[in-house]
């Protein structure tokens, strides 16, 4: 018995789905057919094309940064070359036998007052 | 993806001709013009909203389309219900955490809004029944669309599918995900609520 009106009410049930799915409004069937023609006219490459040009924005992006890096590392190079010449410069400056020259400076000096002192 | 079920029932790859003959379709655009009608008012009573059933549908088919022309026609009606349910899923999900964000979005989103509908829209496809049977079929409708959306989502996603459908329920276990035996549960159990709900229903 229960099964029977299970079964009564399966079919009443189907009939009146199938009635509201053929009385569908034609504004919501045009919207479906539009829709099932948006997604068939799609060719599967719609990812592919957007792949090539983020793929070329990365690859530009890796480069410039890369060039960016490369020219940094001469001007790096270029200061430490400075640098060393400038230690260079003072280690001339200040080697043994100039250092001794400045210490007798005062020397000198009092050298070249005395003999013009002498003379004059 | 596998359809390891529905490839067991049924073995070989059917050619075009047989599988028009056997599903009613050989081809993806016929196959979508067969299924769209009721997988839109699926996916309305699912949601209660028109115009997010259409997105709902258009999204499914898009992915459908995309991911899965390359498949046998037999395994498309599954395919695009799983699909079709996830996204129902994806829906309430969306809706939930915006009920939490907006609470007030849910009294202004609910329902279909009816301003600059053009009357000439709202003619039904098909006029074939003399206004009373018009108006009682209508009303049985709304009634059943009230008491398919009172019922559990896993217990209307087997009424959809097996009664509305026709879908095994082999098929319906792999559009669903699950077993056959839950599948079995879930369409008694929404068959038992309908009956409750449904008692003045004229069924006889």
């Excluded at chain 1, 003072?90 to 005395?114: K, P, T």
Aim: hydrophobic share 35%.
């Amino acid at each position: 018995m229960t099964n029977q009106i299970e079964h009564q009410l399966e079919t009443a049930l189907q009939q009146d789905l199938h009635h509201l799915e053929n009385e569908t409004e034609a504004r919501d069937v045009f919207r479906l057919a539009q829709a099932r023609n948006r997604a068939l006219s799609q060719n599967g490459s719609s990812r592919k094309k957007g792949f090539i040009p983020t793929l070329g924005a990365s690859l530009a992006s890796i480069l410039l940064v890369a060039f960016f890096f490369f020219q940094e590392a001469p001007v790096s190079l270029n200061n430490e070359t400075v640098s060393e010449l400038n230690r260079a410069d003072s280690a001339f400056e200040f080697d043994d036998e100039n250092v001794e020259l400045y210490e007798d400076l005062d020397f000198y000096y009092w050298l070249a007052d005395n003999e013009q002192g002498a003379t004059g | 993806m596998t359809l390891s079920i529905v490839e067991k029932s049924q073995a070989k790859e059917l050619p075009n001709e047989e599988a028009q003959k056997v599903l009613g379709y050989s081809s993806m655009e016929e196959f979508l013009k067969v299924i769209e009608r009721r997988a839109f008012h699926m996916a309305r009573m699912a949601t209660g909203n028109n115009d997010t059933a259409m997105d709902i549908v258009q999204d499914s088919m898009y992915k459908l389309v995309e991911k899965y022309a390359d498949r046998t026609a037999q395994e498309w009606k599954p395919l695009f219900y799983r699909i079709l349910n996830s996204k129902t899923i994806d829906y309430y999900r969306r809706k939930a955490v915006r009920d939490r964000v907006f609470p007030w979005s849910r009294y202004t989103s609910n329902g279909d809004s009816d301003q600059n509908v053009d009357i000439v829209d709202l003619t039904p496809g098909r006029i074939s029944d003399t206004p009373d049977e018009m108006l009682m079929r209508t009303q049985r409708i709304d009634k059943l669309t009230q008491s398919v959306n009172a019922l559990p989502r896993r217990q209307r996603e087997a009424l959809m599918l097996r009664c509305w459908e026709g879908m095994s329920t082999i098929e319906t276990a792999e559009a669903m995900k699950c077993s056959q035996g839950s599948v079995k549960t879930h369409y008694s159990r929404a068959m038992h609520t309908l009956r409750d709900l449904l008692e003045d229903y004229n069924y006889d």
